[in-house]
């Protein structure tokens, strides 16, 4: 099992959070958060993977950073969790939320709903999709929520709102909405819905138009778009 300094290796593969997340990296919390976590990935069967706690921001550097994504923990049964907000495994049933993201996206573009749920080619474009707790047991839903992990999020948001630059955040739901008090630079956009959970997509998640918003914004302010087709393979 890695020590909490090597757990960044695949983030510090890609620049820049390392440099701005080291002050967290050093603290006592983070010691006693990862202690939490080495533990129960040695006695409990827990998702993602732990070489993929850290996915989101290995795979998008603070840098690249165009779009946020926030998810509140991972799923939670076999074969579902890579660390990515929403996403999940080429070959695993999408879950019932990203099927309703599909729906949103084929409304908006005209896109044909994919069997895909890996959701890569976003981060890989910029799109961080980072959960606010990045850690779960098998079966058991929010089962690590409340032992560290919000308030070290809760910091890389900090972080993310103090980039001078144009960056939008998509906070679907009500705990989504709750991390919009972190949120205050000028420069940045911030789009509400509710949660594209089957509970909730019908009450402002559909018809939401987010995700040409976010690309009207970018290309606004001279960035480049994101193709958000996510196709078969």
Request: proline content about 7%.
């Amino acid at each position: 099992m890695p020590n909490p300094n090597n757990i960044f290796e695949k983030e510090s593969q890609r620049p820049n959070w390392g440099d701005a997340l080291e002050k967290e990296h050093i603290s006592d919390s983070y010691r006693k958060l990862f202690g939490f976590v080495e533990s129960e990935y040695k006695t409990q069967t827990v998702y993602p993977p732990f070489s993929d706690i850290m996915r989101a921001m290995a795979l998008t550097s603070l840098a690249d950073v165009k779009c946020v994504i926030l998810g509140q923990d991972p799923y939670h049964e076999p074969n579902q969790a890579m660390g990515l907000a929403f996403s999940v495994h080429t070959g695993t049933p999408v879950p019932r939320s990203l099927q309703n993201i599909y729906k949103e996206l084929q409304t908006e573009y005209g896109y044909d709903v994919p069997c895909n749920g890996d959701l890569r080619p976003w981060a890989q474009q910029g799109v961080l999709l980072l959960n606010a707790v990045l850690t779960v047991r098998a079966h058991q839903p929010a089962s690590h929520a409340g032992k560290g992990w919000e308030a070290y999020t809760d910091n890389i948001l900090s972080v993310l709102n103090m980039q001078n630059r144009p960056i939008v955040y998509l906070l679907w739901g009500n705990f989504a909405k709750s991390k919009k008090a972190l949120l205050d630079n000028p420069k940045h956009l911030i789009l509400e819905s509710t949660h594209p959970s089957p509970f909730s997509a019908s009450y402002g998640f559909f018809g939401c138009g987010h995700f040409k918003t976010c690309n009207a914004f970018l290309e606004k302010n001279g960035i480049l778009p994101i193709d958000w087709q996510i196709k078969d393979e």
